[in-house]
Nanobody
Framework: QVQLVESGGGLVQAGGSLRLSCAAS????????MGWFRQAPGKEREFVAV????????YYADFVKERFAISRDRPRNTVYLQMSSLSAEDTAVYYC??????????????????WGQGTQVTVSS
């Protein structure tokens, strides 16, 4: 049963923009928090951003530095990640996540029950 489906990855030049989308289905729809992690080659999977549907607030990793914006379309069960001013350091596989962790744990990957298959983002310098 498909739960999270990502789209929007691809190849972009440094300084460019991309928008990722993630559509939820099945049990994942009831998750209060949806968002994104990423994993670069040879590195651990890291928190990028999530949107908390309960309080309507976004949460970002420090390295985002106002370059990314996350939003959620509740009726469509979809979360978006608008990325701008991309650099080679943003090259990674981006994973959509969904779950209902406590606020104190929203940056911990083990707290998310649902994961997408990942979408590749490659930024050429």
């Amino acid at each position: 049963q498909v739960q999270l489906v990502e789209s929007g990855g691809g190849l972009v030049q440094a300084g460019g923009s991309l928008r990722l989308s993630c559509a939820a289905s099945g049990s994942a729809v009831s998750s209060s928090i949806m968002g994104w992690f990423r994993q670069a080659p040879g590195k651990e999977r890291e928190f990028v951003a999530v949107f908390n549907g309960k309080n309507g607030r976004p949460y970002y990793a420090d390295f985002v530095k106002e370059r990314f914006a996350i939003s959620r379309d509740r009726p469509r069960n979809t979360v978006y990640l608008q990325m701008s001013s991309l650099s080679a350091e943003d090259t990674a596989v981006y994973y959509c996540v969904a779950g209902s962790p406590p606020l104190s744990s929203i940056r911990q990957r083990e707290m998310y029950r649902y994961w997408g298959q990942g979408t590749q983002v490659t930024v050429s310098s």
